[in-house]
């Protein structure tokens, strides 16, 4: 089962930044936290991940809680092609697969 | 450098028929995934190719399901017979290290 927990659904402004909260509360200190989008019929896109310091590419920024327990991932100027299904997953690197959950279904509207 | 590849994009066939879905990873990707998702769960992990060796199958859901990479090059995985409820998006994915991967645009295998 995932370890995460995410909500189902969000919406956001155009041109807004997008905050998309994400709870991994039972993390372990060797475990990353990556983000994933799947666009409607397209497979899913790798957008950053981390381990305990915050994170910026040219995607999005990752934000990570000092204990841990928690992540946001932030697109800083939200366009309509970002509105997709979001998932955080917890990741050991031991262990190659990725769990997913259900995701945040994130709604961009104009 | 071309993405992950996959072959057909879409498959309908017939109960107890065979189908052979192919995906070509990233050129230089030893790591090829397959994971697949039926209507209306989430994505699951099916298995984990390091070059030509099965690194992780724990994810097969029965032994209908074969997969290869033959010289570590592309994958195939085939079903044999399909059931109804392996109908679902079957995607592949490949990764250099154990970082991000990368991910085709799946195959939608349809069993009617």
């Known amino acids: 089962d995932a370890k995460t927990t995410q909500p189902p659904s969000m919406d956001c402004a155009e041109g807004r930044a997008a905050n998309l909260p994400c709870n991994h509360s039972?993390?372990?200190?060797?475990?990353?936290v990556y983000w994933y989008r799947q666009i409607h019929s397209q497979g899913p896109q790798y957008i950053i991940h981390?381990?305990?310091?915050?994170e910026t590419n040219e995607m999005a920024s990752l934000i990570i809680t000092e204990d841990r327990k928690s992540s946001t991932l932030i697109l800083p100027h939200a366009t309509l092609r970002d509105t997709a299904v979001y998932y955080c997953?917890?990741?050991?690197?031991?262990?190659?697969?990725?769990?997913w959950g259900a995701g945040t279904k994130l709604i961009i509207k104009p | 450098e071309a993405g992950v590849t996959q072959f057909p994009s879409h498959s309908v066939i017939e109960k107890g028929q065979t189908v052979t879905l192919r995906c070509d990873p990233i050129s230089g990707h030893d790591n090829l995934y397959w994971y697949r998702r039926v209507m209306g769960k989430e994505i699951k992990f099916l298995l984990h190719?390091?070059?030509?060796?099965?690194?992780?199958e724990s994810g097969m859901p029965n032994n209908r399901f074969l997969a290869e990479r033959t010289g570590g090059t592309y994958s195939t995985l085939k079903v044999q017979p399909a059931e109804l409820e392996d109908s679902g998006v079957y995607f592949c994915?490949?990764?250099?290290?154990?970082?991000?991967?990368?991910f085709g645009p799946g195959t939608r295998l349809t069993v009617t």
């Open positions: 981390g381990l305990k310091n915050n």
């Open positions: 039972t993390i372990s200190g060797n475990e990353y």
């Open positions: 994915a490949s990764s250099r290290l154990y970082y991000e991967q990368y």
């Open positions: 190719f390091v070059k030509e060796s099965k690194q992780d």
């Open positions: 997953i917890v990741r050991v690197d031991s262990n190659y697969q990725l769990i």
